[in-house]
């Protein structure tokens, strides 16, 4: 069973790729927090993961206080929680604003631009995801500020490189569809490079990734995860898993440091949470569609869980929704 798959059921990913560069070396571009960029690629965006894929030469990316990653063809950085960050090669040069760049870019959507000094070529396809931030934090918690993984150690990872590449190439042309192709194969990315990373976690790695992974625990959270409505006990869950309680109990909190069923009630308010600010459901519906037998008990629950009771929670999400800044005009 796929944990991975049934949280991205709910979280909705969506993606698309934003832009497609050739740098001649010396150059540097500086990436802002994904917050500054979300009103030019994804106005009222929860969250926003950035992704550059270089397809061609040799870069490097840094968080703004951190060390260089080296990128070679074929790898793909990730920066699951929009830290600021640099992608660069050659000798020092001043960086580029990229957001004074997403102006240009968005109005001329995937043709190719060039920056740099005129040296040693890298080309990079940039792409980003769109996700609801309180289901998200269940996988993004596990991940570090910046990682890479190499996409063409498998046929998969080139198949789906090559696919990348002839789309954005064929971007141009205005083929009807051709957005819709690019967002999924942007998902497509995000979600095998996720895949890539669980599997090349170190043997002692806990948290939630590595709770996934785990055969027995990963059935379990896929469990909860299908459906959390379902009245789920630890003999239930052990069971299913085909461990004892103890056993489960005991690996469960060794991966996600609490007890099966803490994680079980969190996950169901946290999609209550979702349910209240994204739906027209009265909250007894949703109380049901998340396991609670009924309002009062889910009304209490989550008002422990977020201090204030469903009503208010919902209004307040609402206010701020009504309250987002418009996107940004190019």
């Known amino acids: 069973m796929d944990v991975l798959s049934e949280v991205l059921k709910v979280v909705k990913l969506q993606g698309a790729m934003f832009f497609n560069g050739e740098f001649s070396s010396p150059w540097s571009v500086?990436?802002?927090?994904?917050?500054?960029?979300?009103?030019?690629?994804?106005?009222?965006?929860?969250?926003?993961?950035?992704?550059?894929?270089?397809?061609?030469?040799?870069?490097?990316?840094?968080?703004?206080?951190?060390?260089?990653?080296?990128l070679d063809a074929g790898d793909i950085v990730i920066f699951p929680h929009g830290d600021?960050?640099?992608?660069?090669?050659?000798?020092?040069?001043?960086?580029?604003?990229?957001?004074?760049?997403?102006?240009?870019?968005?109005?001329?959507?995937?043709?190719?631009?060039?920056?740099?000094?005129?040296?040693?070529?890298?080309?990079?396809?940039?792409?980003y995801m769109a996700c609801?931030?309180?289901?998200?934090?269940?996988f993004l918690s596990g991940l570090p500020p910046v990682f890479k993984v190499?996409?063409?150690?498998d046929a998969s990872g080139r198949w789906l490189e090559n696919s990348i590449r002839f789309s954005v190439?064929?971007?141009?042309?205005?083929?009807?569809?051709?957005?819709?192709v690019l967002a999924k194969l942007s998902e497509v990315l995000f979600v095998e490079t996720l895949r890539a990373y669980i599997a090349h976690l170190p043997a002692e790695q806990t948290g939630w990734l590595a709770g996934a992974r785990d055969s027995e625990i990963g059935k379990t959270l896929a469990l909860m995860?299908?459906?959390?409505?379902?009245?789920?006990?630890?003999?239930?869950?052990?069971?299913?898993?085909?461990?004892?309680?103890?056993?489960?109990?005991e690996r469960f909190?060794?991966?996600?440091?609490?007890?099966?069923?803490?994680?079980?009630?969190?996950w169901r308010l946290q999609l209550g949470a979702q349910m209240l600010a994204s739906t027209s459901y009265s909250v007894s519906q949703i109380a049901s569609e998340v396991g609670y037998e009924s309002e009062a008990a889910f009304n209490r629950a989550f008002k422990r869980e977020?201090?204030?009771?469903?009503?208010?929670?919902?209004?307040?999400?609402?206010?701020?929704?009504?309250?987002?800044?418009?996107?940004?005009?190019?």
């Open 150 to 153: 190499p996409i063409r150690n």
């Open 253 to 266: 909190r060794h991966y996600l440091n609490e007890p099966p069923m803490a994680y079980l009630t969190h």
């Open 84 to 127: 600021a960050h640099i992608i660069e090669y050659g000798p020092p040069t001043k960086a580029v604003d990229i957001v004074k760049e997403l102006a240009r870019a968005a109005s001329r959507g995937l043709k190719l631009a060039r920056m740099g000094g005129g040296g040693e070529v890298a080309r990079f396809i940039c792409g």
């Open 30 to 70: 500086c990436s802002p927090p994904s917050h500054a960029v979300a009103p030019y690629l994804a106005p009222g965006a929860g969250h926003l993961i950035i992704y550059h894929l270089l397809t061609e030469g040799r870069a490097s990316a840094r968080l703004l206080d951190g060390e260089r990653i080296t």
């Open 169 to 180: 190439n064929e971007a141009d042309a205005s083929r009807a569809g051709g957005e819709a």
């Open 225 to 249: 995860h299908r459906n959390p409505a379902q009245p789920w006990t630890i003999a239930s869950l052990a069971k299913e898993a085909g461990l004892s309680r103890s056993v489960l109990a």
């Open 306 to 330: 977020f201090t204030v009771p469903p009503a208010r929670f919902r209004s307040q999400s609402r206010s701020a929704q009504a309250n987002l800044p418009p996107a940004r005009k190019i």
């Open 132 to 138: 609801e931030p309180r289901l998200s934090q269940v």
